[in-house]
């Protein structure tokens, strides 16, 4: 059974400092890891993609990933009343074909 | 560039009658996602299309969910008869061809039905 988990929060953290969410997976064959945010009634929207381990950032976002732990991260800095969202974790196992296998998300609240 | 249009926006029906869904993908996009999503379930996989081709639905919940891809800029969910526990934000979301590496999905706004 191929997972992808991720703690559902609620996580709750003060306006300006750094949220950090996590994600696990199964498949050790995962080539490709992405971060959607998703707003309350609204859609999941892609904020970073990653390929390659290490660190890739992108304004006040930075995705990590290790691919020999089988996490992969999402940090926010500085973060904003704005940022507060549901943020889903989404893999591309190497057998899955074309689908993503979808976390059950974290849902992230910034206090001001 | 447009996105990806779901229509209707909301749907409000009682149990019993056919609800359709419609998605436009994104231009040149050659994957096409069916989700649904519940508090209960999180987001799950219906159905997804490549090149206008089913390939997996082993998603769709059971005989009242049908979908078709008649061409590559359209794309239909089809619920008949509706039940009460189908409500729920289903949405569409289209995919480029990979090339190697899976590009991510983009999701358009999502149809809320709600089956009384």
């Known amino acids: 059974q191929k997972e992808v988990e991720q703690n559902s929060g609620p996580l709750s953290v003060p306006e300006g400092a750094i949220a950090s969410l996590n994600c696990t997976y199964s498949d050790r064959g995962s080539q490709s890891f992405f971060w959607y945010r998703q707003y309350s009634g609204k859609s999941p929207e892609l904020i970073m993609s990653?390929?390659s381990n290490g660190d890739k950032e992108d304004g006040r976002f930075t995705a990590q990933l290790n691919k020999a732990s089988q996490y992969v991260s999402l940090l926010i800095r500085d973060s904003q009343p704005s940022d507060s969202a549901t943020y889903l974790c989404a893999v591309n196992m190497w057998d899955s074909n074309y689908q993503l296998i979808w976390g059950a998300g974290t849902k992230l609240i910034i206090k001001p | 560039d447009a996105g990806v249009i779901q229509s209707p926006r909301h749907e409000v029906t009682e149990m019993g009658q056919e609800v359709t869904l419609r998605c436009k993908p994104i231009?040149?996009?050659?994957?096409l996602f069916w989700y649904r999503q519940t508090m209960m379930r999180g987001l799950e996989l219906l159905i997804y299309f490549n090149n206008n081709v089913p390939i997996d639905d082993s998603g769709m919940p059971e005989d009242r969910f049908s979908a078709k891809m008649p061409n590559a800029s359209f794309s239909t969910l089809k619920i008949q008869p509706s039940e009460p526990r189908d409500s729920a934000v289903y949405f569409c979301?289209?995919?480029?061809?990979?090339?190697?590496?899976?590009?991510?999905?983009?999701f358009g706004d999502g149809t809320r039905l709600s089956i009384l």
């Open positions: 231009s040149g996009h050659d994957y």
């Open positions: 979301a289209s995919q480029g061809k990979p090339g190697g590496i899976s590009q991510p999905q983009h």
């Open positions: 990653i390929y």
